[in-house]
């Protein structure tokens, strides 16, 4: 009997070190590869306030998807790129072309998990392989059970900090031919506006990790890291991770190679410090699942937050009383991209000066990053509410003394045009209130 293998594209959008993708070269005789673009589903929709995906994160998607196929046309595959749910065309595939494979990454998402539950129990003789196809570690390697993931990362950092990195691998010599599928592909919009300085796609991936190692930045990352505005104080791989254009492995590859030629010190480390947050978010999703996504996360309290329409949009629009949030929000909303510091203010703000539920930042995020990523997103999100990991007090930022800091000079304030004429949360106007005439006696 034929094998027929369906790799499923999600959240690695390249070839290189893809393990699962040579595992599929080694095991099926046909392979349809297909990738299904992410909508704005009811919940998203709900918290969001969004109808869809930002131009910007769509931009950067479509680029990497397009790069992909052109990866697997080298290989005389083809990528399927289809706009539906993956549940429908996972099975339409299954069913019409009597697949025996299926290989898809170890989802940090709740959603995707769900998919492939649901298709393991539907059809138990195909045989579904998921691997951590975005981590520095396997399961395996973890020093604890999935379900007993230390509470706070400063512990899980010291327990796997001396764990080996295992080497990317290479790209898989040949693929499978692909089946020939009568669905057609949808041609996703390449349009010319050109966001950011980032580019979707593997290749563009790895000609920004080799230019930022080709450059000194490594080596004072510790003490650049927190700048609003300037594109390599920090390292800005995020977008291609979250997408998995370029794998971790590869990028500790690439850091431990700086380190033998420049020396390593404290802020070559706080880059390797900084991924294991990334690592540490990915095993919190795969632990807690829909917990991600509750008010009180997990943590036993929901926090004493609400919903008020007017102040989230004035916090999504850069309108709020607060010049260094509105230059973070507008930057956001003109690029896809924020720095960490930027996240922190905004998302403190939301939390504590608006008093807003959490979720409808993280969903607001979730819709413009282009460096969403699930686990990370809503983990950090959590984590500064209150109600993720490591909860210990409040997580509120002085935005002043933030200023003060990160902005003496008003510079990225200004470009972003932060300063508006707002100046309280909530608008007060006398003709709102309904004052009726004195009744007369
Ligand atoms: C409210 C909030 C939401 C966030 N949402 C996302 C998200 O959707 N996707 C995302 O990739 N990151 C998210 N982060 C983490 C962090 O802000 C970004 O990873 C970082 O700003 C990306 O820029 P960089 O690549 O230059 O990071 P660098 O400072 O250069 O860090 C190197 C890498 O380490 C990882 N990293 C750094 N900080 C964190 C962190 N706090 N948590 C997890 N990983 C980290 C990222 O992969 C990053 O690319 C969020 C942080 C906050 C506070």
């Not at 298709?119 to 998921?130: E, F, I, R, T």
């Not at 057609?184 to 563009?204: C, D, I, M, P, R």
């Not at 509750?294 to 607060?322: E, V």
């Amino acid at each position: 009997m034929k094998r027929i293998g369906v790799y499923w594209f999600t959240h690695d959008l390249r070839v290189n070190d893809n393990q699962l993708l040579h595992k599929a070269a080694q095991e099926v005789d046909e392979l349809i590869c297909v990738y299904c673009v992410p909508k704005v589903g009811a919940y998203l929709q709900r918290f969001s306030q969004q109808s869809q995906l930002s131009s910007a994160r769509q931009h950067f998607l479509h680029q990497s998807v397009h790069d992909l196929a052109l990866s697997l046309k080298r290989y005389d595959q083809t990528l399927l790129v289809i706009e539906r749910s993956p549940i429908t065309v996972l099975k339409h595939l299954i069913e019409a072309h009597h697949v025996t494979h299926l290989y898809c990454d170890q989802f940090a998402g709740y959603d995707e998990q769900q998919v492939c539950q649901h298709l393991a129990q539907d059809y138990p003789s195909v045989s579904v392989s998921q691997l951590p196809n975005n981590t520095l570690f396997d399961e395996s390697q973890l020093p604890c059970q999935l379900h007993h993931l230390p509470s706070t990362f400063s512990q899980f950092r010291r327990e796997v900090e001396s764990l080996e990195i295992m080497l990317p691998c290479s790209r898989p010599v040949q693929l499978p031919p692909p089946e020939p599928v009568p669905l057609s592909s949808v041609h996703l919009s390449l349009s010319n506006t050109e966001h950011t300085l980032f580019k979707g796609g593997e290749q563009a991936a790895i000609a920004h990790c080799q230019h930022y190692f080709s450059t000194q930045a490594a080596s004072c990352y510790k003490e650049t890291r927190n700048a609003l505005d300037e594109p390599l104080s920090s390292t800005k791989f995020s977008p291609w991770l979250a997408l998995g254009c370029v794998s971790p492995k590869t990028i500790i590859a690439m850091l431990r190679h700086y380190e033998q030629q420049h020396g390593q010190n404290e802020s070559t480390y706080w880059i390797q410090f900084e991924l294991l947050w990334r690592e540490y978010f990915y095993w919190y999703a795969r632990c807690y699942q829909t917990k991600l996504f509750q008010f009180a996360g997990i943590s036993k309290h929901r926090p004493l937050t609400s919903f008020y329409a007017s102040r989230f949009r004035q916090w999504q629009q850069g309108h709020t009383p607060y010049p260094i949030v509105n230059a973070c929000m507008k930057q956001l909303n003109a690029t896809g991209y924020m720095s960490n510091r930027g996240r922190q203010l905004v998302a403190s703000c939301l939390i504590h000066e608006l008093q807003l539920d959490w979720r409808y930042g993280a969903a607001y995020f979730e819709t413009q990053l282009i460096d969403y990523d699930v686990a990370s997103n809503w983990g950090n999100w959590q984590y500064l509410a209150g109600v993720g990991a490591d909860q210990r007090g409040s997580r509120q930022f002085n935005l002043d003394k933030q200023t003060e800091m990160y902005d003496p000079q008003q510079s990225f304030i200004n470009r972003w045009q932060g300063n508006t004429t707002t100046t309280s949360i909530d608008h007060v106007d006398m003709a709102d209130w309904p004052i009726m005439p004195k009744e007369k006696s």
